[in-house]
């Protein structure tokens, strides 16, 4: 059939590329997950799972939440993540990418326009491909360019509703993005500033609540519960008439099966547990200077290091790919990324350093990777 076969030479393509993506296992300590406070595999989660169990929350929602999977446990979700983000509303869905592809593809109108961070997340491109709103991008993290961007599209002739979507964590380049004179511009020309939190959920800001706390605009932000926060599903925050559109326009939201009941009790005793003690926020903290430290005394990395996400950029997509085989060989989980994920020319290991290895596993790590590097000059 042509389309097995058409199916089968993109394949063998991607292979002569070195970019064809296959399914690995587990391999040694984790620097590859986004599980940045530990908590995926916690005595706090075990125990909230047990005590979900004991009270009888469903594991299955079985219907949309507009049928009959709605469930109190989602509700109570709701509310306590719009007083922990500091939000009039929240809106729980199965996850991130559903998320932003409800954002994006519902709430900008045809005349509005989207201005948008050369760098953000492909869930954010796929809800704009989706959706009415026009679209612009702006060089990666230069507030002037963004300013340029509004000015050309006001001066030829738009009216409606600025929208401007950045990540404050960027998950690839690790990197912060300038909030506050961002938030500064959205006031300016009254646009919304929509923040993707996936990234800095849990790990940044008051209690784990974001990078986006306390910022003047007008907010809508997206708390992804599969990274720091060790569960699953994505929390969109924001204004209650935003929420109230999406629950009635979103079709991500609308024609899909609730996230699991059970679910929404772990994210609920995750949320509870930051508020109450942030010992694990602040053990994360202390791994991120100190694998900062390490990578800057041994050489590997940038210069500028921002988060735990820590990129080696390598270039080539075969070396990247090598390299980081020997350091899975050698007990690092260290994956490679390679294009479209990144731009052509900046293969890299993303190094992420999680709640699952300790000070001394990463300065065995960017040992490792230094001499890696030496003999491969």
């Not at 979507?165 to 993005?177: P, Q, R």
């Not at 300016?188 to 609540?209: K, R, S």
């Not at 390299?323 to 993303?350: E, H, W, Y």
């Amino acid at each position: 059939m042509k389309a097995l076969s058409r199916l089968r030479s993109m394949l063998e393509l991607l292979d002569t590329r070195h970019r064809r993506r296959v399914l690995a296992p587990r391999r040694g300590l984790d620097f590859a997950s986004n599980d940045y406070l530990g908590l995926a595999q916690s005595p706090v989660l075990q125990d909230a799972a047990q005590q979900a169990l004991a009270h009888g929350v469903p594991l299955g929602s079985g219907g949309s939440r507009l049928l009959r999977g709605n469930h109190p446990e989602h509700e109570a979700l709701e509310r306590e993540a719009a007083a922990f983000f500091e939000a009039e509303a929240a809106l729980f869905m199965g996850g991130g990418f559903q998320a932003n592809q409800a954002i994006f593809s519902t709430l900008p109108a045809a005349e509005d326009l989207i201005l948008y961070d050369d760098l953000v997340h492909a869930s954010a491109h796929e809800g704009m491909r989706m959706g009415r709103g026009q679209t612009r991008a702006f060089a990666h993290n230069d507030v002037g360019a963004a300013r340029l961007a509004i000015e050309d599209w006001l001066a030829e002739g738009g009216t409606g509703q600025i929208w401007i979507a950045v990540e404050s964590v960027y998950s690839m380049e690790g990197d912060l993005a300038p909030l506050e004179a961002l938030s500064d511009l959205a006031c300016e020309y009254g646009a919304i500033l929509v923040v993707d939190e996936a990234h800095a959920t849990g790990v940044f800001g008051p209690n784990g609540q974001g990078l986006a706390h306390g910022l003047k605009a007008e907010l809508l932000t997206l708390h992804t519960c599969g990274k720091g926060l060790g569960v699953a599903g994505g929390l969109i925050c924001g204004p209650r008439v935003m929420i109230d559109a999406l629950i009635n326009r979103a079709r991500p939201f609308i024609f899909a099966t609730a996230p699991s009941p059970f679910n929404a009790a772990l994210v609920r005793a995750v949320l509870q547990h930051l508020q109450q003690d942030t010992t694990l926020i602040r053990a994360a903290m202390s791994r991120i200077r100190h694998a900062h430290a390490v990578a800057q005394k041994t050489g590997i990395g940038r210069e500028a290091l921002n988060s735990q996400i820590i990129p080696v950029v390598l270039g080539d997509d075969a070396k990247t790919m090598e390299m980081a085989a020997t350091l899975q060989a050698k007990g690092f989980d260290v994956r490679g990324i390679r294009p479209p994920t990144v731009p052509r020319g900046t293969s890299r290991l993303r190094v992420s350093i999680t709640g699952n290895v300790d000070e001394q596993d990463i300065n065995a790590l960017f040992e490792t990777l230094a001499q890696q590097q030496t003999e491969a000059a």
